[in-house]
């Protein structure tokens, strides 16, 4: 009865040895710090919330990749909205400076976002100018640095960035 009572006591402290360590895994500190982390997903959800409130774009039938030029002004007077929203967004996440740990993740974060503006920039520019071949380059560019950004967000461990990004 003792080696049974032993050999039940040590396969229960076994398993929990096992759910320990496995739940100490995953419940580390934020990439960022708690308190960065939390100031960056509220910037993000702020401005995932802007993007939103624009509303579906207007024109459903429109291909970037063969834009219709007679559009592309009407467009461009629609994006300025867009482009303020990303220029606020990029200053609002600069206004944050440096995070306590994971600077180089949240330094991924910054320089895909800051191209991701840059991009929405020049395509907004593009298509108030009637330039189809910019407004198609800048598209294809812009769902890159899409991509860039919500994987860097996700690796960040701002998952509401990557939203805003993807939104």
Request: net charge neutral; charged share 20%; proline share 5%.
């Amino acid at each position: 009865m003792d080696q049974r009572w032993r050999m039940n006591n040590r396969r229960l402290v076994a398993i929990m040895l096992l759910v320990l360590g496995g739940a100490a895994c995953g419940s580390g500190p934020p990439v960022l710090g708690r308190e960065f982390q939390s100031r960056a997903v509220s910037v993000c959800q702020a401005t995932l919330a802007q993007k939103k409130a624009l509303g579906p774009f207007p024109y459903s039938d429109f291909n970037p990749t063969r834009p219709d030029l007679s559009k592309l002004p009407a467009i461009g007077r629609l994006e300025v909205r867009t482009v303020t929203i990303f220029e606020t967004w990029l200053g609002q996440m600069q206004a944050l400076a440096q995070p306590p740990t994971g600077q180089s993740a949240w330094a991924d974060v910054m320089k895909a976002l800051e191209s991701h503006v840059w991009i929405i920039v020049e395509q907004q520019a593009a298509a108030q100018r009637g330039d189809g071949q910019t407004f198609t380059k800048d598209y294809y560019e812009g769902n890159k640095a899409q991509d860039e950004m919500e994987r860097a967000a996700d690796a960040a461990g701002v998952q509401a960035c990557a939203d805003a990004a993807g939104a």
